[in-house]
């Protein structure tokens, strides 16, 4: 099994770019379904969740084309024959469930195996479906698939297989935000969905679909409207950057940079994120040309109190993350986790590096420590497996990360890139 093996200590310096976001582009290869000739996507990360979408893509008959070389990926969605996600496959990604909106709009059916939980929490998708019903999809559940068909007689055109409607989602979810807006795009007339996530790649997707043809407004407010199209024709898109990878790459340089230059950081798109580190001391520095620049803090860094919540809140993908940086920060500080029920699991791990994380509920209060030293980890999930190994730049002594596909699932290059500011870290296989 491969593993990163990281000698602490060493000091980061110089400049690393951001890749394509991740949960940009893994939302608009599925909305590539809708589009008629050809997608071309440019910046598009080489990793391992990317491959997954394509091979799902692939198996529902799209043809696809990936210049890794150049992070150039071309999708052809023209013979798209089948409406299937299986199990193995959405097993392996939950994001493969976004096909299912694309599919429902397109064909009027779709089967795609339900996601079931995972290591950060249970992760229900009634909220999606929901909405599919109410415009106007009936859905059987059976067999761990759910099976999703447009009731008929409800479109003006045999085109068009869904009826707009008003969905008033219960708690921003991304994802629900995301296949409904993609099930509007070729549906009979005006979806609105209030209590819409904002996240910026909801934002990069709708800007694709209406690059497409799609009509929608009030893009990046809780309030999102779409007007069906009759159709949507495939452009050239270019991913934007990725702001968890950002965020992973700003707190290795408060750990142990010297000064780090971050490329392609878009501060915006990072919610309150930068603006929190500013408020306990870090020295950090957003340039017009979409740098973020580290450089060591005059003083000591001031524990905090942090919740979580959908952007522009503190975003809980970076919440392990932060945990390691404030694991040594003197004082006591208070992370509250309030999207996903179950994201504390490599509270574990960390503490086998020396920290004193105690997690109460959703809760996990942190003692800063001295220092952590290097031992045997296990990433249990994608941000929890970055974070180990930022534990592993600071620790003393060597630090063997294990489980390391949940890495690879979600950074480009991320050793490399690591190495390439001077960390000590290899991985093997
Ligand atoms: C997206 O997941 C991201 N994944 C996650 O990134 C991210 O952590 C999460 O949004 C929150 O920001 C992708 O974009 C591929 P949600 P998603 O629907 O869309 C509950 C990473 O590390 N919920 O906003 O699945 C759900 O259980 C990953 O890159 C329902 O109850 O997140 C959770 O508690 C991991 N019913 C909360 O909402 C539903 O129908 C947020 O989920 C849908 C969601």
Known sequence: MAKFIIKGGNKLNGKVKISGAKNSALKIMAASIMAGGKTILKNVPVIDDVLTMAEVLSLLGAEVNFDSANNILEINSDNIKSFEAPYELVRKMRA????????????????????????????????????????????????????????????????????????????????????????????????????????????????????????????????????????????????????????????????????????????ENMGIFCPKLKEIGVNIENKEDNTIIIKKSKGTLKPAYISTLPYPGFPTDLQPIMTVLLSIIPGISIITENVFENRFMYADELNRMGANVKIDGHHAVITGVNKLSGAPVSSTDLRAGAALVLAGLIAEGTTEVNEIHHILRGYENFDKKLRNLGADIIKVS
């Open 96 to 267: 493969s469930i976004l096909v299912a909106g694309p599919l429902l709009s397109r064909f009027g059916e779709v089967k795609v195996a339900i996601p079931g939980g995972c290591n950060i929490g249970s992760r229900q998708i009634d909220l999606h479906l929901k909405g599919f019903e109410l415009m106007g999809a009936e859905n059987v559940i059976e067999h761990g698939y759910v099976y999703l068909k447009a009731s008929p007689g409800i479109a003006r055109s045999s085109k068009k297989k869904l009826k707009g409607a008003e969905i008033n989602l219960e708690f921003p979810s991304r994802g629900a935000t995301e296949n409904i807006i993609m099930a509007a795009c070729l549906s009979n007339g005006k979806t609105v969905i209030n209590n819409a996530a904002k996240e910026p790649e909801i934002n990069d997707l709708a800007n694709y679909l209406s690059k497409c043809g799609a009509k929608i407004t009030g893009i990046g407010t809780d309030s999102i409207s779409i007007e069906g199209s009759d159709e949507l024709k495939g452009c050239e898109y270019e991913i934007m950057p990725d702001s968890i990878e950002t965020g992973t790459f700003i707190i290795a340089g408060v750990l142990c940079g010297k000064k780090v230059e971050i490329e392609d950081a878009v501060w």
